[in-house]
């Protein structure tokens, strides 16, 4: 009896495994499909033409039943000054290229525009630290308004960047583990018609759509780079 219930339990498996094969087999052809995602279920795209580009497509995407399909755009994304790469530096101007998570909290200097995150009221005194001498790299510190931080700064604190940070999500770049010298406060902010200084950006409305529209539950990934860049990645 054992040995049928393990035989029937086995066939199952098979059997499971089978239909998410023809499944996978059965969906539509897409660039999200491409990628490895692991189990999310949420996906934004972000595909510049060449690595000196300073701007990108970015697509919304959402899978369901093992299919990726969009859910929106593409919009229009600037990207660093000096374009993408997939060897980062702190100050190169470059966006990094490659496949990453958000942390768990938002940010902005407006209330919550009704995201599905943590959301954190940004205040005179928050920084997101960009020594890579200190303890702190890549990390938001919040110090008391007007002193001296304890850390390099090559920037005004977070508060003075009221247009950008009017809204954020940090793209998990560097940051498990935290490297010296890879990069920090790579976000997806609102755009100031510009080129940025290493982060993703979109005019406001299409930001506030795509805040809203992550949730933690579907694991959402965000994929930057050109096509071949990304592909390479897999």
Not at 14 to 41: H, I, V
Not at 46 to 63: I, M, N, Y
Not at 148 to 174: C, G, K, Q
Request: glycine share 8%; hydrophobic share 40%.
């Amino acid at each position: 009896m054992r040995l049928l219930a393990l035989t029937l339990v086995a066939l199952a498996v098979a059997a499971s495994a089978s239909a998410r094969d023809e499944r996978a087999a059965a969906c539509a052809p897409s660039f999200a499909g491409r990628l490895e995602t692991g189990s999310a279920t949420q996906l934004v795209t972000v595909v510049a033409r060449t690595r000196g580009s300073t701007q990108g497509a970015l697509r919304l995407w959402t899978k369901r039943a093992g299919c990726w399909s969009t859910a929106a755009g593409p919009w229009t994304a600037w990207l660093g000054g000096n374009g993408t790469s997939p060897a980062k530096r702190e100050g190169d101007r470059r966006t990094p290229t490659g496949i990453f998570e958000f942390l768990r909290t938002m940010y902005g200097l407006a209330p919550s525009p009704g995201v599905h995150y943590a959301y954190r009221h940004l205040v005179c005194g928050d920084w997101w630290v960009e020594d890579p001498a200190s303890p702190y790299y890549n990390r938001f510190r919040h110090v008391r308004c007007g002193s001296r931080p304890a850390f390099r700064t090559t920037s005004e604190d977070m508060s003075r960047s009221p247009t950008a940070y009017r809204h954020l999500a940090v793209i998990a770049y560097n940051t498990n583990p935290v490297v010296p010298g890879r990069g920090s406060g790579i976000f997806l902010h609102v755009s100031t018609g510009r080129p940025t200084l290493g982060c993703v950006s979109l005019p406001l409305h299409r930001l506030v759509a795509t805040l809203r529209w992550l949730r933690p539950a579907a694991r959402p990934l965000i994929a930057i780079g050109t096509t071949a860049d990304l592909l390479k990645a897999q």
